[in-house]
């Protein structure tokens, strides 16, 4: 089982930037995806979440309106694309995969990419 991010960096404030999960190893479409964040001396933080089936989204007060998830499960893959970005959105990126629906079977499929960084700064 593989979750693989890419498209981080360094961008100025007011800035975009598109992340991707490439994800292996798994039935892609029978699990929520989720895109979490966790800067330096902060705790985690759920950033957007996407059903399945693409059908449903949800997302942080703090991104409603500036980020979009997304998923292609023709492509094993999820995005985050991020505008009007801002210096409170420093931090590194992290996909996250769930099987649903959870049960004692399922209990246990859940996975995390390793992050990408993304730092906003002038």
């Known amino acids: 089982v593989q979750l693989v991010e890419s498209g981080g960096g360094l961008v100025q404030p007011g800035g975009s930037l598109k992340l991707s999960c490439a994800a292996s190893?798994?039935?892609?479409?029978?699990?929520?995806m989720r895109w979490y964040r966790q800067a330096p001396g902060k705790e985690r933080e759920l950033v957007a979440g996407?059903?399945?089936?693409?059908?449903?989204?949800n997302y942080a007060d703090s991104v409603k309106g500036r980020f979009t998830i997304s998923r292609d499960n023709s492509k094993n893959m999820v995005y985050l694309e991020m505008n009007s970005l801002k210096p409170e959105d420093t931090a590194v990126y992290l996909c996250?995969?769930?099987?649903?629906?959870?049960?004692?079977?399922?209990?246990?499929?859940?996975?995390w990419g390793q992050g990408t960084q993304v730092t906003v700064s002038s």
């Open positions: 996250y995969a769930r099987e649903m629906p959870v049960t004692l079977s399922t209990l246990k499929n859940a996975y």
């Open positions: 190893g798994f039935t892609f479409s029978s699990y929520a």
């Open positions: 996407i059903v399945r089936d693409g059908g449903s989204t």
